[in-house]
């Protein structure tokens, strides 16, 4: 007898629990500040023992790093189904538009978390190190589909770059406003800035 229906079983339900961990962790964490916050606290919450929690997370942090890993997972699954004749400022706009998009999708629970990580310095310094892994990624993704080599030629990692730079700057924005601002609207005039540098290179024939 096959053990899969099994294991897809225990698959969902260690996601379902890791799912109301990262909820009550990171809304715990919005509400009353990175600092203040303790694993008993998020445990008590989700109503699980501290053994389960450390059985998924490694410390607090750790699920503010796996909530933005999500989204850089999200960005560059967006530009991988791009078509590949596709001008690159639009390939990369519908990609980063998907974790924002995502973010405004659930604001009530997104915003919160997203001011916590950019008011708290060590939370920031996770999202900016994310970010440079997701560079690599979506420079590495751009150079297939462009026909360049990413370590030698300079325009992979730098549209890259510009394409993150916007997301943050929408991001930021977004945050200062506590949401008012049209996240879409934001986004258009961020790449309405930078499409003239993304586009002079073409995709490969």
């Known amino acids: 007898m096959s053990s899969r229906p099994q294991?897809?079983?225990?698959?969902?339900?260690?996601?379902?629990?890791?799912?109301?961990?990262t909820e009550a962790a990171l809304q715990l964490l919005a509400s009353k500040g990175f600092e203040a916050v303790t694993v008993d606290e998020i445990v008590t919450s989700a109503g699980v023992s501290k053994r389960t929690f450390f059985r998924y997370f490694a410390s607090k942090e750790d699920v503010v790093v796996q909530f933005l890993a999500g989204m850089g997972t999200g960005i560059h699954a967006e530009l991988t189904s791009r078509p590949l004749d596709e001008?690159?400022?639009?390939?990369?706009?519908?990609?980063?538009?998907?974790?924002?998009?995502?973010?405004?999708?659930?604001?009530?629970?997104?915003?919160?978390?997203?001011?916590?990580?950019?008011?708290?310095?060590?939370?920031?310094?996770?999202?900016?190190?994310?970010?440079?892994?997701?560079?690599?990624?979506?420079?590495a993704e751009l150079a297939g589909r462009l026909g360049l080599d990413?370590?030698?030629?300079?325009?992979?990692?730098?549209?890259?770059?510009?394409?993150?730079?916007?997301?943050?700057?929408?991001?930021?924005?977004?945050?200062?406003?506590?949401?008012?601002?049209?996240?879409?609207?934001?986004?258009?005039?961020?790449?309405?800035?930078?499409?003239?540098?993304l586009d002079p290179v073409r995709p490969a024939r």
Request: proline share 6%; aromatic share 6%.
């Open 87 to 139: 001008r690159p400022s639009v390939a990369l706009q519908h990609a980063i538009w998907t974790s924002m998009a995502a973010c405004d999708a659930h604001s009530d629970r997104a915003l919160p978390v997203v001011q916590l990580i950019l008011r708290t310095p060590p939370l920031l310094a996770r999202l900016l190190e994310r970010q440079a892994q997701w560079r690599e990624d979506l420079a």
């Open 150 to 197: 990413a370590d030698t030629d300079l325009y992979p990692r730098m549209a890259a770059g510009m394409a993150l730079t916007a997301f943050d700057s929408v991001l930021r924005h977004w945050s200062a406003s506590d949401g008012t601002q049209d996240p879409a609207d934001l986004m258009d005039r961020a790449f309405a800035v930078i499409a003239p540098a």
């Open 7 to 21: 294991n897809s079983l225990a698959q969902r339900k260690r996601q379902l629990v890791a799912d109301e961990l």
